[in-house]
């Protein structure tokens, strides 16, 4: 191959095509990953819904509601039904207060307003103290931590 000269027109040819490239590699990628990604996440919600709420025979994912409280906080609420009777339900929201950014939460509670167990599905806290918070309020025997 012969000596080009190096130009600013050739340049730009360059790193148009470098983009181009790369850029339809990222989109492919982004393709093929984006339906397994998909699948965790709802694998991720199935097992936290069995987590906080046990013993339900129903599908919550069906009979998911979404409501928005006055104060504009969006809840997704998993009913939990054993035999077609309510035992509960699994609510899913999110904070804005965390620390490093957003805190997605689940909360099972029980018809009488008992909170069965919690989960934590997603944050961005600091690691430490931060991520304590996935079992700072439960019970010692659940692997959560004793305050002193």
Do not use: C
């Not at 095509?17 to 989109?27: D, F, H, R, S, Y």
């Not at 054993?82 to 620390?99: F, L, Q």
Request: proline share 5%; aromatic share 6%; glycine share 12%.
């Amino acid at each position: 191959m012969g000596n080009v000269k190096s130009s600013l027109s050739n340049m730009v040819i360059v790193l148009v095509i470098i983009t181009l490239v790369v850029g339809a590699v990222l989109g492919y990628v982004y393709q093929v990953t984006k339906e397994p990604i998909a699948l965790s996440a709802l694998a991720k919600q199935n097992e936290a819904i069995e987590l906080v709420m046990p013993g339900f025979n129903n599908n919550p994912m069906d009979e998911m509601l979404e409501i928005t409280t006055d104060e504009g906080l969006a809840l997704k609420l998993f009913p939990a039904k054993k035999d077609g009777e309510s035992i509960g339900v699994a609510i899913e929201t999110v904070s804005g207060k965390g620390y490093g950014g957003n805190i997605r939460i689940m909360v099972g509670m029980k018809p009488d307003g008992t909170i069965v167990n919690y989960e934590i599905l997603e944050h961005k806290e600091t690691p430490g103290l931060g991520t304590r918070m996935a079992d700072w309020f439960k019970p010692a025997t659940e692997g959560g931590s004793e305050k002193t």
